[in-house]
């Protein structure tokens, strides 16, 4: 006997591949379908609507200015402490220059009073004694001035940016629909982190909504994190601390307000990296298309299945 392959179309409008056995003797019949596997399709999904895409490249801007701008001001005093008090002899954190014992420059980070050589990228680089390289600070080079005025300006804008952002996901619900974790989906963190440590991500259907991960990554940072470097970023104001002197109380001081300022920072700096990571293992220009129109293409898998 031999069999027979074919593509036929269904209701729906999709392709299905449709093998088939010949009956053993005339009298039995026609073809009978025996499997039938359907094709591999895909599916155009409408993601992320216009407000969320807005926000999002609105964002890209304005933390990039911000992160490198800010390292421009921490430059004029590159030492983090703690409470209200600059203690210089006690930092939490300090990059400087320092004259090595061949008479050149050398960059040393101390780290809770670990000493670290960082020359070349910390502290001094390009034959400059300087916290951040040139590359790193907004302007590139020293002045101070100018970086205030790019951080203040792109602050408030991120802040505006936040507030609306925060406002149209409450009204248009998509703040429950798409980011807050359900109790089914805190029940499958352990797989889903398995799955991200072994670089298997969700597919099909799956990938039409946010994972779990995803979901408590936005919110921590769009609800936790960017209010948290806000106010600490408002207590080291003086005029704000008049205004509202209980930041000072909450944070501890205004050093130390610098200090949690500093680390909120780098946790930016952390979530962009593992984000756009995650965007180019899992189909950098799907992801980039469906932030720039709203729409993302989702693949099916076909499978053989018993007729």
Known sequence: MTQTTAVVPTESGNQELITAMPSSSPSEGPLSPLTVAPLPQTERVYRHRLPVRIGHWLNVVCLFILIM??????NAHPALYWGDRSDRD????????????????????????????????????????????????????????MGRQWHLFFAWLFVINGVMFAAYSFMS????????????DLRGIGKAVKDHLALRHPRGDEAKRYNVLQKLAYVGVIFGLAPLIVLTGLTMSPTIDTAFPWLLAIFGGRQAARTIHFIAC?????????????????GFFNNIRSMITGY??????????EA
């Not at 701008?69 to 921490?74: D, V």
């Not at 809770?112 to 001094?124: A, C, I, N």
């Not at 700096?269 to 899992?282: E, R, S």
């Not at 993302?296 to 299945?305: I, T």
């Open 90 to 145: 006690k930092p939490l954190l300090s990059i400087r220059a320092v004259r090595g014992e061949d008479g050149h420059g050398q960059g040393i980070t101390t780290i809770l009073g670990r000493q670290f050589d960082t020359t070349g990228v910390l502290g001094y680089s390009n034959n400059s004694a300087r916290a951040f390289p040139a590359w790193a600070t907004v302007p590139s080079a020293k002045w101070l001035a």
């Open 173 to 184: 619900r998509h703040f429950k629909r798409d980011l807050l974790p359900t109790s089914r």
């Open 266 to 282: 780098f946790s930016f700096v952390g979530f962009i990296v593992i984000h756009v990571f995650q965007v180019i293992l899992t």
């Open 69 to 74: 701008s800010g390292l421009q001001i921490f």
């Open 296 to 305: 993302f293409v989702v693949k099916h898998e076909g499978a053989s299945h």
